[in-house]
Structure formats: C-alpha cells, structure tokens
C-alpha cells in the first residue's frame, strides 16, 4: 500500500461529537494524485511512487517534465513527490491513488511549510518579554545585550536574534482523522497543520519500527 498522499490545505472548522463537543479540523483536499513513476529496489535502489498532484496546463511546467508527464498521460502536475510502497509491482504509471488508503481514527502524519512572516524582531519571532516601558526606558523590543564577557568572549550558538520567519518545513505528528469525503476527495483532521490556506500538504503513515 502507497504511504502517503499530497493535498492542499483549505482551511479550519469545527465538527460536532455525538456528545456535543466541538473538535476543531483542519479540511485538506486530498488527491486525487495520479502515479507518474516507480521506482523500484532493482533499478533505484528502493520503492517508492512518484505522485503528481494539482494538475496544471502543459505551458506553465519545462519541457523535460512535459516529456516525464507524457509517460503517465496527457496531464501535468504542479508538485511531484515521493512516497514509499511495499509492492511496488502493484500499481502502474498513471493509476490514480485516492483517499482509500486511509480510515477514519487512524492516525496520520501531516507535513507543510509554515507562513512566511518576513523579518522580524525577537519579542515576535523568539518570544523574547521585551524591555520595561516606563521610567524613561528606551529599550522596549531590542533583543539586549547579546555577548559575554571575558569569558568564553563570544556569542552562543542559537542565540535568538532578530531575522526571516516562518517558511519553514514543519511536520504534526501523530495527527487522528476525524472525518473522510472520498466523493469530494475532502479530509478532515483534527487539530491544526502548518501552512497557509491553499498550502501544499503531505499526508503521510507513519513509520512502523521493527523490533530487533
């Protein structure tokens, strides 16, 4: 079975619990995604399908991917991605894999890139408390003083400092599906996933570990 599958982040709701409770879901629209290629063990030294996902016109992709999505079909993707596979010998380029390799409760990791927030000061993008902001303090949001002294004479590495936030690749673990809508290729999970709305998300099982 396909591990994973790619999706697009649409949004948050809530959803009502038989016992009246409101659990907060993120929606994601999951797939379909088509196979554009596999990759087996024999030849590339593992197993994986190559997905496509949000299909696009032949114009806005470069003519080496048009001739790797012609292999699959007429139709070109977006975003391309690797998930692994047991049996690779299962499925065939250009099979669609949709919501069915999952089910409601299990529980799933989801992956994405965070919000990008330009550059910011410490107080917003390390929490820092910032300074007093009476009796004639000039020093409400500077990070302070940041060395040491004689000794070690240098900066610590990690220091918080002000600079780029956000962007970043973030992965929830751990997260349970609530709801599934194969007929609309809709998921509902609980709780929040990194990303804005429209983002790009991978829904991913998680690792078994094997026990030596």
Known sequence: MCKGLMGKKLGMTGLFASDGRVIPVTVIQAGPCVVTQIKTRATDGYNALQLGFDEVKPRHVTKPRQGHFRKSGESCF????????????????????????????????????????????????????????????????????????????????????????????????????VDIRPEDHILLVRGAVPGPATGLVAIKKPKILKKK
């Open 78 to 177: 977006r975003y391309v991605q690797e998930f692994p596979v047991d049996r690779p010998e299962d499925y065939s380029v250009g099979q669609q894999i949709t919501l069915d390799i999952f089910a409601v409760g299990e529980r799933v990791n989801v992956s994405g890139t965070t919000k990008g927030r330009g550059f910011a000061g410490v107080i917003k993008k390390e929490g820092f408390s910032g300074g007093r902001t009476t009796h004639g303090s000039k020093c409400h949001r500077i990070p302070g003083s940041i060395g040491s002294s004689a000794w070690p004479s240098r900066v610590f590495k990690g220091k918080g400092m002000p600079g780029h936030y956000g962007v970043e690749h973030q992965t929830m673990q751990g997260i349970e599906i």
